[in-house]
């Protein structure tokens, strides 16, 4: 099957086309982290800090320990966070945030280095995700046990066609076109049903059951069904048959020994909390205020990526988007950064009326698509203004549970998929910053992507922020 947008009938907001563009990652151009030699302000970090760390970790534990049991297509890798974690001065008694926490790779990473943390993300596919993620104290060899239960009920289970037309999963699928579309084939859709029905039938706890969930939400997007990312998504060649139950396994099994595995670690506590980071002081209410270390994150950037879209399977088998409304509600808690998010009474552009940075590149773009006429291009300079101010919002009320002085590291892609208007993320977000009181100490260039819009690199960036006195 062709490269296909695949924008369900619940996807369109303001307007009714899909351009087709991408960012891929070029291995080949990824430049090396900057040195720790490199940093500016590495005097100011106090000499105990390193040591605390290392004395946490456990050299015996291999890096894709729990991070692989689902990772999403933009997050970070470990070894970023791992590195920001040496590098920067964070006072490591106190906890680290991550406003828009994803996949959990900063949680997960924090915990295993004994420090405490917190998450929040406004999917709720991610916040299952890395609440599973984080939670290590499952027990291994239970979840093996519950394993081997669904494989015994799984071939009668299999029989009983009739009641998978009524689950909520295959109602949504059916009647926003998903499965005409292509998404997932009827065989291995059938398959994952029966192993969600086995799931949800069985005698344990709700903590179990949802770290079965997770290894089944990531057998049916990255084994079972027929999309793709690259890194957007899109359908790929048809599966008619999938040993779901089989991959499904593995996934439990590697679970459960990465459990095992962590057992004897000192590990730090994570917290994740559903909910819209530009009103993290709401969201965080009673949680350490005013007394969070620092921030390790990497917000949406103002591209075409929807996250609700990029994890629609995974938001549907977990019943969290049944039509069109319940979509939507989710779609608005999130920072603007596309054009299908967008709504008519958005109004975090306000709040960066008077930057000229950002009101520079919407003046660019309002120029381009004077004469354009399809209904995408004409929300390029609502999404820029929209997204800056979004974050402009976050940073505000994010400030108030920070300690004095910490910080803040965002990791931010630059972007010129915009009719080729090239948007300097890190740079602009750092003046934005800078209204509400943070100190840019550095922009560091992290990597470079490919960008398969514009056939050129883009950098990706460290904007590392210290947040107000008091
Ligand atoms: C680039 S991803 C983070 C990936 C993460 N670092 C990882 O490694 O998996 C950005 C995340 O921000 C979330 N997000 C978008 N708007 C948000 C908002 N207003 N509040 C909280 N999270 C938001 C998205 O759901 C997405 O999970």
Redo the contacts with the bound molecule.
């Keep these: 099957m062709e490269k296909s947008c695949l924008l369900d009938r619940h996807d369109c907001e303001l307007r009714v086309e899909c351009p087709q563009r991408g960012l891929e990652i070029n291995p080949a151009k990824l430049t090396p982290f900057v040195s720790p030699d490199s940093m500016r302000h590495k005097e100011s970090e106090p000499a105990n800090y390193t040591a605390s760390i290392k004395a946490n970790s456990s050299p015996d534990e291999p890096s894709g320990t729990i991070h692989n049991w689902y990772r ?1 297509v ?3 890798s470990e070894d970023l966070v791992s590195r920001l974690l040496e590098e920067l001065p964070f006072d490591l008694r106190t906890n680290i945030v991550d ?8 949680l997960v990473e924090c915990m295993k280095r004994g420090i405490d943390c917190v998450g ?4 709720p596919a ?1 916040f299952f995700i890395s609440q599973v993620k984080t939670n290590w104290s499952l027990r291994g060899d239970r979840l093996s046990e519950l394993c081997n239960e669904i494989r015994e009920i799984y071939p009668r289970a299999l029989r009983n066609t009739s009641s998978r037309r009524r689950d909520p999963t295959y109602v949504y699928l059916d009647s926003s076109g998903m499965i005409e579309r292509g998404w997932i084939s009827p065989l291995p859709l059938h398959k994952a049903l029966t192993i969600k029905s086995c799931i949800q039938n069985l005698k344990t706890t709700k903590k179990y059951r949802n770290a079965l969930m997770l290894a089944l939400i990531a057998e049916v997007t990255y084994g079972a069904s027929n999309v793709r990312f690259g890194p957007e998504l899109y359908c790929g060649e048809s599966k008619d048959d999938h040993d779901v139950l089989l991959g499904f396994c593995k996934r439990v099994q590697q679970m459960a020994s990465d459990l095992d595995r962590v057992t004897g670690i000192d590990f730090g506590i994570a917290e994740v909390f559903l ?4 009103e993290c002081s709401r969201v965080l209410d009673g949680v350490c205020k005013g007394s969070f270390a620092g921030v390790i ?4 950037y103002p591209t075409e990526h929807d ?1 609700t879209r990029n994890a629609r399977l995974e938001l549907v088998f977990l019943e969290e988007v049944s039509d069109r409304e319940s979509l939507r509600r989710i779609k608005k ?3 603007r950064s596309h054009t299908k998010g967008i709504y008519k009474q958005d109004s975090d552009a306000k709040l960066v009326e008077a930057n000229d940075s950002v009101q520079s590149i919407v003046r660019t773009l309002k120029r381009k698509v004077r004469y354009k006429n399809h209904g995408f291009a004409r929300l390029y300079p609502k999404v820029v203004e929209e997204y800056f101010g979004g974050m402009k919002q976050h940073l505000m009320s994010i400030k108030s549970v920070l300690s004095p002085a910490s910080r803040c590291a965002y990791i931010l892609g630059d972007q010129s998929s915009y009719l080729r208007v090239h948007i300097p993320t890190a740079e602009v977000l750092s003046s934005v910053a800078a209204e509400v009181g943070f100190k840019t100490l550095e922009i560091r260039r992290w990597r470079k992507r490919w960008s398969t819009t514009t056939c050129r690199e883009l950098d990706e960036n460290i904007l590392i922020l210290e947040s107000p006195d008091g």
Excluded: E, H, K, Q
Aim: proline residues 10%.
């Design positions: 999403t933009l997050g970070y406003p828009f926490c994803g996949s959990g790779t900063t929040i993300d406004a999917n991610s909910g819209d980071s530009r994150s990497s917000p949406p996250y808690r999130m920072i």
